[in-house]
């Protein structure tokens, strides 16, 4: 017998692309639950567990922020927005509110299919692994602090290195400029963004082939940053 694969809640209003988000989730063997409106999203969240969600925050009831917050309370299920264009302020609270990442439509089924893939290898890993993450010639190796760039060892400042562990253990996941500055330098650096532009750009020169290029270490205009997943 053939194992289900795993259960989707898709919440979306707008009824084509429901129908072509299911099409393609089906058809890459994901098992899809929908809701069109938040109530929906609401009861379909809490009764089926989910493993993942897809959410559009545009909802005809509601906000689709508080569904982020209604399965933040008692869950770590992925979540992945589907957001309007010109609506970044939305994307960067459902991510500080707990989302794991966002997708600006139109997008392409490649990249959906992309990030759900990372979203549910990311909720698979246990809090206790160090992961070793490998990119484009560059090697982070968290149990053994050890940062390579085409296998030569590369030293980074305690600050550089805090800020590059944490972008590997959610690579591959958009971390807005609150979390990032949370997590690196404290509750009282939050609105600072110039420290992470700056040590963003001294990890590009020290870990990118091309600094003016990167392709690891990745912006997202007006929301953050994203180490980008080998995967």
């Known amino acids: 017998m ?50 993942l969600t ?4 545009g909802l005809p009831d509601g906000d689709g ?25 939305e994307k960067v609270s459902a991510l500080d509110l707990g989302a ?26 246990t809090e206790s692994e160090d992961p070793v993450f ?11 602090r050890r940062v390579l760039r085409e296998g030569q060892e590369v030293h980074l400042t305690p600050t550089e290195y805090k800020l590059l562990a944490t972008m590997v253990r959610s690579s591959g996941k958009v971390l807005t400029h609150r979390q990032l500055l949370h997590e690196v330098w404290g509750a009282n650096y939050e609105g ?18 091309d600094s003016a290029r990167p392709r690891v270490l990745l912006t997202e205009p007006g929301v953050g940053y994203r180490l980008r997943s080998p995967g």
Do not use: C
Request: a positive charge; charged letters at 30%; hydrophobic letters at 40%.
């Open 54 to 57: 897809l959410l559009d925050l």
């Open 2 to 51: 053939t194992r289900p694969g795993p259960l989707i809640l898709l919440v979306e209003d707008e009824a084509p692309m429901r129908r072509m988000l299911r099409a393609t989730l089906r058809a890459h063997d994901y098992q899809v639950v929908e809701a069109g409106t938040l109530r929906e999203g609401l009861a379909q969240a809490a009764g089926r567990n989910p493993d």
């Open 65 to 89: 922020l508080d569904l982020v917050r209604q399965i933040r309370r008692s869950a770590r299920t992925p979540i992945i927005v589907i957001s309007a264009r010109g609506r970044e302020h």
């Open 192 to 209: 600072q963004t110039h420290y992470l532009r700056v040590y963003l750009a001294q990890l590009r020169q020290k870990l990118e082939r």
């Open 134 to 144: 490998e990119s484009d010639g560059l090697r982070v190796d968290l149990e053994h």
């Open 100 to 125: 794991d990442d966002y997708l600006t439509k139109p997008f392409g089924v490649q990249e959906l299919l992309a990030r759900v893939r990372v979203a549910l290898r990311h909720a698979a890993r």
